[in-house]
């Protein structure tokens, strides 16, 4: 197993997210304050055809923590490839040691969230994928929070299988390995891990590790993760 310190970068997307993306940066520098000690960390967001202050406010939260750079494609995929490309770019270490860890702007993680992907990155994982829970349903039906949570499956084993952009974690030479993020505006998520799988990488789905995402009914991403949401709108359960 490869040995030496661990570099880790947090790469996020936004698009028009002033409201959500200052919550998000919060929770990520917690996660990353809490790896003092055991990896460096910087956070890069990548402002994808923004019409609002994201990039501003990604700018001055990061400091010197990160860096925002910016997109015109308008495609989550790109965003998150540039991102990864951002990283990379920044870092002269090994690639065996750089962790990509990924989430969205409108994402809360815990302070743990970096933490325990390095605890797995540490046993020979190459990529995890974790799962999402909503912060509120208040745009949607009553019946909503119930359908969701009943649908959502995870196994009795701790694991799930699920994957969410928004929490999905990966060592970059998997990743360089399996061609990076794909030039696609939805289900880049799916196409990154089963290329992943493809390769012969390591997987590991852990339901323990969770990030909150928001409960909007429309998105940002075309059939993403908001329109599976309130799809559950259209299903009534039975009295």
């Known amino acids: ?7 880790v970068s947090v790469l996020i997307p936004a698009r028009d997210e002033e409201d959500l993306l200052p919550r998000c940066l919060r929770s990520v520098l917690e996660a990353r304050a809490a790896l003092a000690g055991r990896a460096t960390c910087d956070v890069v967001v990548a402002i994808d055809r923004s ?7 990604a700018r001055q939260m990061l400091s010197d923590a990160g860096v925002a750079v910016r997109s015109e494609a308008g495609i989550v995929g790109v965003a998150r490839a540039m991102a990864a490309k951002a990283a990379l770019t920044r870092r002269k270490q090994r ?27 540490d046993t020979g994982v190459e990529a995890v994928a974790g799962t999402v829970d909503v912060d509120s349903f208040d745009e949607h039906d009553a019946h909503v929070p119930q359908r969701f949570r009943s649908t959502y499956l995870l196994h009795s084993d701790g694991t799930h299988p699920h994957v969410h952009g928004a929490n999905l974690g990966v060592r970059a030479d998997a990743y360089l390995r399996a ?9 880049e998520d799916h196409d990154l ?18 990030v909150l995402t928001s ?3 429309t998105g940002r991403a075309p059939m993403g993760f908001a329109s599976a949401l309130a799809a559950h709108n259209e299903v009534i359960l039975d009295a």
């Open 215 to 217: 409960g909007r009914r």
């Open 95 to 121: 690639t065996s040691r750089i962790w990509l860890a990924n989430t969205d702007a409108d994402c809360w993680a815990p302070r743990t969230w970096l933490t325990d992907q390095l605890e797995m990155a």
């Open 51 to 57: 019409m609002d202050g994201s990039f501003d406010i």
């Open 179 to 187: 061609g990076g993020w794909a030039n696609l505006r939805t289900a």
């Open 193 to 210: 891990w089963a290329r992943l799988r493809a390769t012969g990488a390591r997987t590991l789905s852990p339901s323990h590790l969770r």
């Open 1 to 7: 197993m490869t040995t030496g310190p661990w570099h």
